[in-house]
């Protein structure tokens, strides 16, 4: 079975600041997908971007990027010029092709942007 | 805008009744639905796939009888916890998979269940 870990419970920034949390799993299969969601005070889960195992190129989402590392199993996020509004729970997640869309989520960094 | 609605968005019950959570798919017709549970500062569990026309898988550990899964169209899935009691007291949040793929999962805005 797939793990997700997030070593990181809490992280702060300041305002402007870039701040990067870390992710690895733990899988046996080569092609696969990896996420980060947010989840703000109002609960919502938010897609903040995607990850193709087969793609060596890091996924960027404006001032959300991704270091894929596949060999060392690491995914960790990147958010630069920290925003008031990216306070929130970070998730990472796994998906296998063959795990009927399944999400394997890690256990979440509570990211507080200060002013 | 959002892809997935939930209704109820907060509930409060008494103990020993049961309450339907509803999950609708609002852009487009969704064959597979997910739903999950979180307990406060912890992440989201996975309690089952919902499938249009065939019965939810449930993942291990979750009771069937108690988390009555029911898929009846491509656009409403619901979850009816029954005969609640206060260990049941959670967020349930559910998602779909995205229009293009399999591979990427959406999700509802999340129910509060309370039960006193």
């Known amino acids: 079975a797939q793990t997700v870990t997030q070593s990181q419970p809490e992280m702060s920034v300041q305002e402007a600041e870039t701040v990067t949390l870390s992710c690895t799993y733990d899988?046996?299969?080569?092609?696969?997908?990896l996420f980060w969601y947010k989840q703000p005070p109002s609960r919502q889960m938010i897609l903040v971007i995607r990850q193709e195992a087969y793609k060596q190129q890091n996924a960027t989402e404006n001032r959300f990027s991704v270091n894929f590392q596949k060999a060392a199993k690491s995914f960790s996020l990147k958010i630069s010029d920290s925003q008031l509004g990216d306070t929130a729970m970070y998730f990472c997640?796994?998906?296998?092709?063959?795990?009927?869309?399944?999400?394997?989520f890690g256990e979440g960094t509570q990211l507080t942007v200060n002013p | 805008g959002a892809v997935v609605s939930q209704h109820p968005s907060r509930v409060i019950c008494k103990s020993g009744t049961s309450v339907k959570i509803e999950c609708r798919s609002l852009d487009f017709q969704a064959t597979t639905m997910f739903w999950y549970r979180q307990f406060p500062k912890q992440s989201l569990m996975l309690m089952a796939t919902?499938?249009?026309?065939?019965?939810?898988?449930?993942e291990q550990g979750v009771e069937k009888d108690k988390f009555l899964i029911n898929h009846a169209s491509l656009t409403l899935s619901t979850l009816t916890v029954t005969s609640a009691h206060p260990e049941d007291s959670s967020f349930y949040i559910c998602s779909r998979i995205g229009r293009g793929g399999q591979d990427t999962q959406y999700f509802g805005p999340g129910t509060r269940l309370t039960v006193l």
């Open positions: 899988t046996s299969e080569n092609n696969y997908y």
């Open positions: 919902s499938n249009e026309g065939s019965k939810a898988t449930y």
């Open positions: 997640a796994f998906m296998s092709p063959f795990g009927g869309s399944r999400l394997t």
